[in-house]
């Protein structure tokens, strides 16, 4: 069973920059659409962006402009930078097959905390 790999969270201030990783094994990765995922403190965990097979993207409205995910398919790897940043973007973020029907194993997700 595939359980991606979340890193590069970290503290950032308002305003600030950071870029996401989530690595995933699998010799078909680049044939499936991916996603990232968020879950705020005391919050469901939602959709923040997804990503095709073909590095078509689509985001949520709160981040549009702001986060933009890619796909490095020789290294199984998709990113999300984000800039802008402000406190309602604190939360773990996760990444994940897209859509949920053909969702793996949870990682651990990586932390982001936008404070000053």
């Known amino acids: 069973q595939v359980q991606p790999v979340e890193s590069g969270g970290g503290l950032v201030q308002p305003g600030g920059s950071l870029r996401l990783a989530c690595a995933a094994s699998?010799?078909?990765?680049?044939?499936?659409?991916m996603a990232w995922y968020r879950q705020g403190p005391g919050k469901q965990r939602v959709l923040v962006a997804t990503?095709?097979?073909?590095?078509?993207?689509d985001y949520q409205d709160s981040v549009k402009g702001r986060f933009t995910t890619s796909r490095d398919n020789a290294k199984n790897t998709v990113y999300l930078q984000m800039n802008s940043l402000n406190v309602e973007d604190t939360a773990v973020y996760y990444c994940?097959?897209?859509?949920?029907?053909?969702?793996?194993?949870w990682g651990q997700g990586t932390q982001v905390t936008v404070s000053s």
């Open positions: 994940n097959r897209y859509p949920a029907p053909f969702w793996w194993s």
């Open positions: 699998g010799k078909s990765f680049s044939d499936y659409a």
């Open positions: 990503i095709t097979s073909d590095g078509s993207t």
